[in-house]
Nanobody
Framework: QVRLVESGGGLVQAGGSLRLSCEVS????????MGWFRQAPGKEREFAAA????????YYAGSVKGRFTISRDNAKSTVSLQMNRLNPEDTAVYYC??????????????????????WGQGTQVTVSS
């Protein structure tokens, strides 16, 4: 059974930073593509960032590009999301997700929730104005 546990959420003022982490257990982490999605109240879940396992390519939604950075540490089975210059529109529950497949269509697959087989419970990020 694959288990994903997010941490690092919280309350931050606009312009501040947070770092989310997701620890994966149960299978070989290095063979998973990993993604971060978010869901704001009353809205659908949306893609934020992803990183593939071959060859470690990264993908970002336009709304976070240049502010968020996704990274992975295969030795620790963790994926992180460094979020800088946060604004109130970034307020959401952030979910970590894992996909054991191979992405040959790049962003199209990385950004689709349907590609991911495993999900964490989410961590709340609140950005005050």
């Amino acid at each position: 059974q694959v288990r994903l546990v997010e941490s690092g959420g919280g309350l931050v003022q606009a312009g501040g930073s947070l770092r989310l982490s997701c620890e994966v257990s149960g299978r070989t982490f290095s063979s998973y593509n990993m993604g971060w999605f978010r869901q704001a109240p009353g809205k659908e879940r949306e893609f934020a960032a992803a990183i593939s396992w071959i060859p470690g390519s990264t993908y970002y939604a336009g709304s976070v590009k240049g502010r968020f950075t996704i990274s992975r540490d295969n030795a620790k089975s963790t994926v992180s999301l460094q979020m800088n210059r946060l604004n109130p529109e970034d307020t959401a529950v952030y979910y970590c997700a894992a996909d054991p497949g191979i992405w040959n269509r790049g962003y199209v697959q990385a950004s689709s929730p349907d590609e991911y087989d495993y999900w964490g419970q989410g961590t709340q990020v609140t950005v005050s104005s």
